[in-house]
């Protein structure tokens, strides 16, 4: 098919281009930054350098490549470890992707006759509003406790669940776990190193994990297949912040985190950081695993981290 995917050089974009040549489709991949055309085109893709948020520009862009299927993994993000006590200041550029961004694409889709569009989402760690309530399915809401510093973040996430498989005529939503692997993450593994990370309030708050291939082999088989609608990619073991934390760190051969209590977590950090530490749920897979006949080449993070930090 000929599949037209955005964000094509960030840390899951790069892997899905490859992963999608390979599976034998036609890619027409995008990017903000010229000088990252050329990787695009010796990757076999056809490079088109372009600004998500410019409406015209975007539908143009669609409509010439005349896809089969729009990929949209646009983001902003730099994969550092700071800014946290702002989340909505640090991730302002991407819940404009998010949304505008979104609708834009949508737009597109329309315009060019594209039925299916397949977009990121997020089954990341966050403040929960019912902690300990078991694993979130692919129906439940993000349903993150109130922040003052988290308002528009959750609200772009829950805006891509909500709108893509409404307005477009095949739309799938792809909520990713927290991504490790090649291109993903590295910057954690220094602040790991350094115990920049601490163990906030005993770490009891649940994370969902995948490494950066296998979420890439997940988002071609929803390329390819399934039904619209809202599909968790994650791996099979979501662990409490107690569990992984010290083990990355044991991996990579550095001190174990340092333990902190809530209180002081919040001071140097902000409640978004406890929140994820204390108060998160992990997400199940088993609907991306039945319908699109996806299985995580890492099924456990343990696994993964030591094939990520080894090679």
Known sequence: MRVFVTGATGA??????????AAGHDVTATTRTPGKAAGLREAGAEPVVLDGLDRDAVIAAVSAA????????????????????????????TNELRTRGTDNLLAAAERAGTRRVVAQSYAGP????????????DDDPLDWRP???????PAAIAYVDATVPVKAAEGIVLRYGGFYGPGASE???????????PLVGGGMGVWSFVEVTDAAAATV?????????????VDDDPA?????????AQTIGAKPPLRVP????RLLAGDLVVGQMTGSRGYSNEKAKKELGWEPRYPSWRDGFRAWTSG
């Open 221 to 233: 088989a929803a390329v390819e297949r399934g039904e619209p609608g809202v599909y968790n990619i």
């Open 240 to 248: 409490p912040v107690a569990h992984w934390l010290p083990y990355l």
């Open 262 to 265: 809530a209180w002081l977590g």
């Open 147 to 153: 922040l003052r510093t988290a308002v528009r973040g």
């Open 66 to 93: 005349a896809p089969d299927v729009i990929v949209h993994q646009m983001t902003a993000l730099s994969g550092g470890t700071r800014g946290f006590r702002n989340f909505d200041r640090m991730f302002a550029a």
């Open 187 to 197: 910057a954690m593994l220094g602040a790991v190193r350094k115990r920049m990370i």
């Open 126 to 137: 966050g403040p929960d509003a019912r902690p300990g309530g078991g694993l979130k399915t």
């Open 12 to 21: 899951l974009g790069r892997h899905l281009v490859h992963a999608l040549i």
